[in-house]
């Protein structure tokens, strides 16, 4: 029987005001393709917001389209918040022909690792003690956020992979306030 292989692929990206959502779905030539929809839940949300789609969309969402900013849309972009956004498509049978995917953005994260990096005097050599330090303490957060994605998004346990998260905000506070 021929049918549709739906896929996504959500990519993280370093912009704060995007999420980036592109169909890798293989379709049947035999199956018809109607009534794609792609259902985004942003994290805090009980609710989902549907995005008008057509088969082979890539697509960049901002506030707007996820109805968190309601006014200045196109001149102003509001930024998106790290957590998990569940992300659903289908096509029809919609009740049947579908994937569902929890997707842990970090990118607030991953920017500020990026600028704590750039803060550190690091030469092409063996670095003073003090910046060894705070490499291995930058080197645990990134190890933090990794885990998290994949306690998220291939272990399917989102609580632990929220903690693991937290956990790594919570190291990149203490490193901010060294700092201070």
Known sequence: MANHVLS??????????ILSV???????????ITC??????????????QIDV???FNLILTACDLQ??????GQTYAELPDGIYIIKYSVSPNETVYVEYNHLRITK??????????????????PPAKVKEKLEKLRMVRMYLD?????VEFCHEPQKGMTLYNYAIKLLNKLDCVNC
Do not use: H, W
């Open 8 to 17: 996504l692929e959500v990519p993280t990206v370093m912009n704060t005001c």
């Open 22 to 32: 592109n169909d890798t779905s293989i379709y049947s030539n035999i199956v018809p």
């Open 36 to 49: 794609e929809t792609l259902n985004v839940t942003v994290p805090g949300f009980g609710y989902s917001n």
């Open 54 to 56: 057509t088969s082979g």
């Open 68 to 73: 968190l900013q309601t006014q200045q849309c």
């Open 109 to 126: 994260a991953l920017n500020r690792y990026n600028k704590a990096l750039c803060n550190l005097d690091i030469a092409a050599c063996d």
């Open 147 to 151: 885990a998290a994605k994949a306690k």
